[in-house]
Nanobody
Framework: QVQLVESGGGLVQAGDSLRLSCAAP????????MGWFRQAPGKEREFVAA????????YYADSVRGRFTISRDNAKNTVYLQMNMLKPEDTAVYYC??????????????????WGKGTLVTVSS
């Protein structure tokens, strides 16, 4: 069982930045990728960004591309989500998740094997 621990959420104003972290201390060897998803009140969980562990290939939702950056530190088994130019519509609980094996589409939440408990990001206007 892989335990994922998110941190870095909080209350900010529109235009501010935040950096989320996701530590995976129990990450098993061969884990393929990590992703960030979010769920706003009353809405379904949606894909935000993903990164592969080995190559560092990145993927973004159109709504965050150019504002958010996902990165990883393999030595620390940690993935980051740098969020700039935050908007009120970015308000959500942000979850990190991991995928053990290769999959062509990391944007599907069903493709992920393990999830963190989430961290709340609130952006005021």
């Amino acid at each position: 069982q892989v335990q994922l621990v998110e941190s870095g959420g909080g209350l900010v104003q529109a235009g501010d930045s935040l950096r989320l972290s996701c530590a995976a201390p129990g990450r098993t060897l061969g884990s393929y990728a990590m992703g960030w998803f979010r769920q706003a009140p009353g809405k379904e969980r949606e894909f935000v960004a993903a990164i592969t562990w080995n190559v560092g290939e990145t993927y973004y939702a159109d709504s965050v591309r150019g504002r958010f950056t996902i990165s990883r530190d393999n030595a620390k088994n940690t993935v980051y989500l740098q969020m700039n130019m935050l908007k009120p519509e970015d308000t959500a609980v942000y979850y990190c998740a991991t995928r053990r094996d290769y999959v062509s589409d990391l944007s599907r939440s069903r493709a992920m094997d393990y999830w963190g408990k989430g961290t709340l990001v609130t952006v005021s206007s």
